[in-house]
């Protein structure tokens, strides 16, 4: 799982961008999902420099000395909205992300270090819920474990997604 994390850099897992950005207003404590001003759009609040900063990672084509040079990037003022297509998930399904991005945002470190420390914490929860799952199923215990190692499921449980706590 440790190996996903670093091995697949930021924004490349599908819609990593987007869950990012929502796990981001998480963190600030926008609870809710925010909608824009016309009623059209679901998105986040967030600061000028973390659309800037993270931007340039489109995704599957992210290097890592971008990675390494966006470290450079922190929290800032104003806020403003920005639409993203993951507004819509429940803020339950976040909350690893949540408790790893705030973290790492109160430790003042950069906007994708905090990401990382984010999809870190994701993952160790995976892994604690398959343990207990597996654990205390009574049947096809090898099953369920040779479905978490499936390759879409580690990168599921490693990336900014929903999908692998879900």
């Known amino acids: 799982g440790t190996l996903y994390v670093l091995a697949i850099p930021l924004s490349c897992a599908p819609d990593e961008i987007s ?10 404590g926008y609870l809710s999902t ?15 420099n973390l659309q800037y900063s993270v931007s340039h990672l ?4 992210v290097k890592y000395y971008q990675l390494i040079e966006n470290l450079k990037y922190y929290d800032v003022e104003p806020e403003n909205f920005a639409a993203n297509s ?21 430790l003042n470190l950069p906007i994708v270090a905090s990401a990382y420390m984010a999809k870190t914490f994701h993952l160790v929860a995976c892994i604690l ?4 799952c597996i654990k205390f199923i009574p049947f096809l215990k090898f099953f369920v474990f040779f ?20």
Do not use: R, W
């Open 19 to 28: 869950h990012f950005f929502h796990v981001y207003e998480i963190s600030d």
């Open 147 to 166: 479905l978490a190692l499936l390759p879409i499921s580690m990168q599921s449980m490693a990336s900014l997604s929903a999908d692998g706590f879900l």
């Open 129 to 132: 819920m398959l343990y207990f």
């Open 34 to 48: 925010t909608v824009s001003d016309n009623g059209l759009f679901t998105g986040s609040i967030q600061p000028d």
């Open 58 to 61: 489109v995704q599957g084509k």
């Open 86 to 106: 993951a507004g819509g998930y429940s803020i339950m399904s976040y909350l690893p992300h949540t408790i790893g991005m705030f973290i790492g945002k109160t």
